[in-house]
């Protein structure tokens, strides 16, 4: 499950290359090379936005509709969250 | 009084990084000099000392088919380290190692990971990688198990092959630098060169019907680069290091995918990148 206000794990190491972040995932090492998106998203989910507000300046941001947004974001997410690099909800 | 064996370490220098090994059985100590005596040394300010150990109820994870384990995990500042046949303790930090390790086991699998973790401390990176030095340039060709390392080893026998599973490259100023080290893989008889070069193709391996190679965004690059460092994404901090490594290497030496069938043209492609 997703906290209400997600936060990247204090053991996720990255770091921005290019303007992509490189993100090395804390539970099984792997490495992924992030998007545009997903280097904004990383951006945002600092613990203080909810995925409300996150899924709303995306959808500003990239101009897509509202519940792309939140289907592209909630998606996301959950790719994080199974692969450990959300802190806990 | 002359000192004895065991009041001698055995000095080790690999990639200008030294480890003494304090071992008091009189066996295992001649066949570490034995092993590593291409990067033995006389004398040296080292970086580690390693209390070695041999015991015959050294027995730690049990065998059982398939890959070799090797178990680390970093608390307080110490990184354990467990095996099969061998266990102990790093303190990089502190300077001080120790190790149990039954008869029939060596120091390999434990000096692997020490200098995993010495070469990061020291702005550097094991990485899992063939190393070949010719005409006194460095090229390493790197991957995962299976992308063709040994291959690309076994076809530059013309050539100075350092390694054909692992190289350490070190940042000296504006520039890399490849060394050698006594580690081998699935070619053991290649011989353990002791020798170092200055790094001038960095290629990530893909094997293919023809030999090509192409660029590799920088991006990749450190994802690729990081996937082939063993042993030293313990924690934040340390994964954080090594991904600063990976990006102060590729500013020096880009990344290329090498794409290469098994002979040795690809050394044509290299010499027109």
Known sequence: ?89 | MAPSDFETPVLIKIADIAVALEIADAGKREEVRERYREFIVSDAEPRARISVEVSDDARFIPMEPGPWIIETAYEGGRLNYRSHLDAGWMDVDGGESFVKLAPEADVENFLRVLYAHLCLKAGGMLLHAAGVVRGGAGYVFFGPSGSGKTTTARLSLDKTVLSDDLVILRIEGDKARLHGVPFRGDFPEAPRVNTSADLRGLFTLVKAAEHRIDDVARPEAVARLLGCMPFVMVDGAHTKRAIEICSQIIERVPVRALRFRRDPGFWREINDC
Not at chain 1, 21 to 48: P, Y
Not at chain 1, 63 to 87: H, I, N, P
């Open chain 1, 1 to 89: 499950m997703t906290a209400e206000y997600p936060a990247l794990h204090p053991q996720v190491a990255m770091q921005v290359v290019d303007g992509l972040t490189v993100i090395v995932l804390a539970d099984s090492g792997e490495v992924l090379v992030l998007n545009a998106l997903g280097t904004r998203i990383l951006d945002l989910i600092d613990g203080k936005r909810t995925i409300t507000e996150i899924a709303r300046l995306i959808e500003e941001e990239y101009d897509v509709s509202a519940e792309q947004a939140r289907r592209d974001l909630d998606e996301f997410l959950r790719t994080l969250s199974e692969a450990g690099a959300l802190s806990p909800a």
